[in-house]
Structures are given as structure tokens and as C-alpha cells.
């Protein structure tokens, strides 16, 4: 039997120009996914980050400079108010400093207002101390002093102080602005037994002192307290005395300090020379 030759030659000679151009075709799309994927990874700064810097506490204009330097954008995110960090500077950040993040990326920051927001004075008058000192600290302020004064109905409002002058319902006052309650002792006034109030930072004698219907005098420190350490310190004496009889209303001094052993060692004076 012959062989067909011509038939066989044609068959391979097809099946090797498929299997050619099947071969380049996976070649030039090997060589097209890698020139894609390289595209991308340039375009995109694959892998390669910055740190984000610290940029709470400064100014947005500060921020921005800093920010720009290390290749990131500032954006402001939204604005709050707080006393306790100066107007206009950023309070919070997002990403957090020292984290990372690709060239080009946002950083948000939230910023301090730039003016104090006001808020009016409620009318407060005939209303206990108590309530009218949690109005206005739901409103931003801070009451500060209590002073009791002989008047017909006991721990009702009579008067609100700022700067030592009265001040009307209606008035804007900016938050954090420190008041005066002005409280009344009702028509009777009587001895009461002084509290002990060794142990307790200032916020919580302040506290003690009004209910049992004192107003705290001078609080005198070991050392400068600041924002941070003030609730560290405690009392370790008082004047006059815990347990002493004295007229309700009346102001008591404390002396406090940060070694707790004072509290045992001393106190308890009633030399008002040594005292202070």
C-alpha cells in the first residue's frame, strides 16, 4: 500500500504553524501582562509609603507645609472646641503620626475653633444650686465658687456672677467663662460639723464641701499643679478642722500634695497663722 507523503507533509506543516503561533500568542501576552503589571505598579507607587508626621498641635497652615513635604495632602475634616489646646490648632489627625501611607495620600484633621463659641446665660434664679450648676455646665461653663448669702428659701439661686458682677439672663458669655452661683442659707443660719475631707483632690472636697453647705477658700499646693497632675493631689489638712462646729456657708482652706502619707503624718490644724 502507498503512502500518501503529500497529505502527511500538509498536515504537519499546518499543525506546527498552530502550534507557532499558539506559542507566540502566550509569549506576547506573558510579555503584555508584565509590561500591564509594571504599568501599575509605577502608577500606583506599589510598596512604597511615607510615614505621616505629627501634625496635632500645629496650625493647618503649618500642617499643610509639613504634610506637603512628605508628599501627603492636608484636608480639614471638621472643627470642635476645646479650652484646653489653643484656638485654631489641629486636635486630631487621621492616619495617626508615625503610621504610613502612599505618596499623594489625604491626611484629615480635626481643628480647634478659631474663636471661642458663645452661649447664652440661662434664668436660673430660684432654682437649687444644683441644677443650675448642671445647666450651665451643659452649656460649656464653668462654676467655679459658690457663695452663700442669708435669704428667705435655702439653696435657691439668687445670683450669678462673672467677673464679681451680676450677670442677666440672655447675656452671651463665651464657654469656659468661670461663674459665681450666689445660694441662699434661708432665714435660719446653723453650726455644722466640718467634714474630713483628707484623701480628696480639690474637684471632690469642692464637691463635699457643698453638700454638707460650705464654699471652699483657698486651696494651697505643695508644688504648681498642672491641667494633668491636679486631680493627683489631695488633701492632707484643713481649716478648721474636720468635726469643728462652724457656721454653715462659711469657706474652708485645704493644703494639698501629692505624698498621700501627709495625710496620716498631718493635718487637722486649727492655727489659722500656720495655715496659711
Known sequence: M?????????????LGFITLNLVLAIALGTLL???????????????????????????????????QSAQLELEIADSTFSHKVPLGT??????????????GRKVYAIVNAK?????????????????????????????????????????????????DEPVEPGTYLEEGSSLTLVVGTGKRSQMIAVPDLRGRNAKEARRMLLEHRFTMGSCNYDEQPTEETEDQFVVYDQDPAAG?????????????????????????????EEFF
Open 2 to 14: 502507498v503512502k500518501n507523503t503529500k497529505k502527511d507533509g500538509f498536515l504537519a506543516t499546518k
Open 33 to 67: 501582562l508584565i509590561a500591564l503589571v509594571s504599568w501599575l505598579r509605577k502608577y500606583t507607587d506599589h510598596d512604597v509609603e511615607v510615614e505621616i508626621p505629627q501634625i496635632t498641635g500645629l496650625y493647618p497652615e503649618e500642617a499643610a507645609v509639613l504634610l
Open 90 to 103: 489641629i486636635v486630631e489627625q487621621i492616619p495617626q503620626a508615625d503610621s504610613h501611607a502612599k505618596r
Open 115 to 163: 474663636t471661642r463659641q458663645k452661649s447664652a446665660i440661662p434664668a436660673l434664679h430660684d432654682m437649687s444650686y444644683r441644677q443650675a450648676e448642671n445647666n450651665l455646665r451643659r452649656l460649656g461653663f464653668v462654676v467655679d465658687t459658690v457663695i452663700y448669702q442669708p435669704s428667705e428659701f435655702r439653696d435657691l439661686v439668687i445670683d450669678i456672677l462673672y467677673n
Open 244 to 272: 469643728k462646729l462652724y457656721l454653715e456657708g462659711s469657706s474652708i482652706s485645704i493644703r494639698l500634695s501629692t505624698d498621700l502619707e501627709k495625710t496620716i503624718t498631718e493635718g487637722n490644724t486649727d492655727d489659722e
